[in-house]
């Protein structure tokens, strides 16, 4: 009987464990809510409409062209490459393969050099 009465006394403590309150986290070093960072910690929002719409697989234009050398002077491809500010775009954006992307980002890099593009974006 002495084992069971030990038992439930275990389980009432554990279940008897509130959350701790917000001045229990005030007194922690660096100050700070005690809560993750980051994040509304909300759910999320479900998708409305119930059917997902994806957006086209984009693929590499050069791939397309079999180009296998993208030339620094060919002003007008490479510009579309590059945002309004003259940043280059990601991969993400343009659709182009990882090996297209590193030679078009040296391109854009010798032509800025050879001030074909410009470096920042005019005013």
Not at 69 to 80: E, F, G, N, P
Not at 87 to 108: E, N
Request: hydrophobic share 25%; net charge positive; with cysteine.
């Amino acid at each position: 009987m002495t084992e069971n009465t030990t038992a439930t006394e275990n389980t009432n403590a554990s279940q008897e464990q509130q959350p701790r309150s917000r001045a229990q986290y005030s007194n922690r070093p660096g100050g700070g809510t005690g809560r993750p960072a980051g994040g509304a910690g909300g759910p999320r929002r479900s998708f409305q409409g119930g059917r997902r719409r994806f957006g086209r697989k984009k693929v590499c234009a050069f791939c397309a062209e079999k180009v296998d050398y993208i030339d620094y002077k060919d002003v007008k491809r490479l510009r579309t490459f590059i945002t309004e500010r003259s940043k280059i775009k990601p991969r993400r954006m343009t659709g182009t393969c990882a090996k297209h992307q590193r030679s078009l980002a040296t391109a854009i890099k010798r032509s800025r050099m050879m001030a074909l593009l410009p470096f920042t974006a005019l005013r």
